[in-house]
Structure formats: C-alpha cells, structure tokens
C-alpha cells in the first residue's frame, strides 16, 4: 500500500521551502518530506526551532537508517498526508498545505491530530512530537533553557553538588 500511496501523495504534495536544505546530505527523505518534517518541527517547539536545532533534518534522516523500512514509509506517508491541504482544511479550516500554514495553525491542527477519533492520527501526532522533542532537546542549545548543565561524564564536576539536592552537603555516593 505505501509503495502506491506514497508517490500518489508526493505528487500532490507542494511543501513551502522553510529553510535550505542540501539535498545531497539526505539518504532516507526526499526534499518535500523534509520541508514538511521542519514544519512539523516547528509547530511543535517554536519559531526559533531552526536555531536551536539548526541540523535537525540531516539528524532525522540519519536516524531513519537504522529503522525498517516499512517504518521508514509510514512517516513517508504521515508527512505526505499530513502536508495535503485537505487535512488542513479539515483540521485548520484553511485549504492550503500543513507547511504554508501560520505556526499557530499547525499547531491546531496538530492538536486536533492529538484527540482525534482515529487511532493512526493520534499515532501521527506521538511520531511527530517524540521526533521533534527527541532531536531539539539532544542540542547543546537547548540545555540552559531546560536546566541541564550537560553530561556528567563530560563535565565531572556536575556531579559535586547535585542540582536535585540543592544544598544538602551529602556527597553523591557512587
């Protein structure tokens, strides 16, 4: 079935060019699906997402590597419908593809993805969220923002005093 829908939905999938993107750095997504993915992206963090996860598609695509392939053509299809301006119409009462829309309507029609009736599109949304969520908060520029110093491992002195304990003089056992 993704093998007929995805070409089908790509064809009537028109996505507006967000941010630059190198296609030849993508293995596993095409320029359409990443210019959706950033979208998605973006309606779900903010609009400084590109800067704090400025490689955020390349990440994406390196990531979809090491899934199956089947699970590499559900987020195909996801974004490719998605992106089709009936879905926005539906869930955002606008006629224009997910990408051309404010990032206050996608959001709404991410949230209208979250509570739906329909199992796969509330499936849709947790895909959408865990990818975004999982890639912004792995950037370094974010840490501050979420009140994380950085790893342990890379920064030994963290582990001196723990912010989870603040000013209990106790030393972290091993």
Known sequence: MARIAIPILGV???PRRIIQIDERRLTYLD???AH???AVGEAIVGSDFNQK???FVYIVDDYLAYQRRESREALAQGLLITENWVVSLVFARRPRGFSHLSIEDRRRVLARLAVSDVQLLRNLYAAF???SASVFYSHQATWAEVGYDGVSVDHPELLATPRWR???PRPVEP
Do not use: M, S
């Open 12 to 14: 009537f999938a028109h």
């Open 31 to 33: 320029a359409k699906r």
């Open 36 to 38: 959706i993915l950033f």
């Open 53 to 55: 996860a400025p490689d």
């Open 129 to 131: 969220v865990n990818i």
């Open 166 to 168: 603040p000013g209990d």
